[in-house]
């Protein structure tokens, strides 16, 4: 069974910074290009940033581009993103996923229905 855990959210003010994690177990990550997505209240999830599985390229929502870093250590089973000068839009749950479909080591989904696995979330709350 894979399980995705998230962790690194907190409250914030606006400018700070965050980083989160997302560690993976059950499965090794090595060969799954990776998401994490945010929902805000009432809104619908949204696409964050996507980072393949070789060369770690990545793809970035425009509301995020410059602000936001996505990195990944295979080794430890592990994709990070690093938030930067945070604002108060940014507040949500942010939840990392997994893309575990044969893809091109350049891979970098941006649609939900393209991930199989799912953590539950970690809130990310920033203050005015």
């Known amino acids: 069974q894979v399980q995705l855990v998230e962790s690194g959210g907190g409250l914030v003010q606006a400018g700070g910074s965050l980083r989160l994690s997302c560690v993976a177990s059950?499965?090794?990550?090595?060969?799954?290009?990776m998401g994490w997505f945010r929902q805000a209240p009432g809104k619908e999830r949204e696409f964050v940033v996507a980072i393949s599985w070789s060369v770690y390229n990545t793809y970035y929502a425009d509301s995020v581009k410059g602000r936001f870093t996505s990195s990944r250590d295979n080794a430890k089973n592990t994709v990070y993103l690093q938030m930067n000068s945070l604002k108060p839009e940014d507040t949500a749950v942010y939840y990392c996923?997994?893309?575990?479909?044969?893809?091109?080591?350049?891979?970098?989904?941006?649609?939900?229905?393209?991930?199989?696995?799912w953590g539950q979330g970690t809130q990310v709350t920033v203050s005015s």
């Open positions: 059950g499965r090794t990550l090595s060969r799954d290009a």
């Open positions: 996923a997994a893309h575990t479909r044969s893809s091109g080591r350049n891979y970098t989904p941006s649609g939900d229905y393209e991930y199989d696995y």
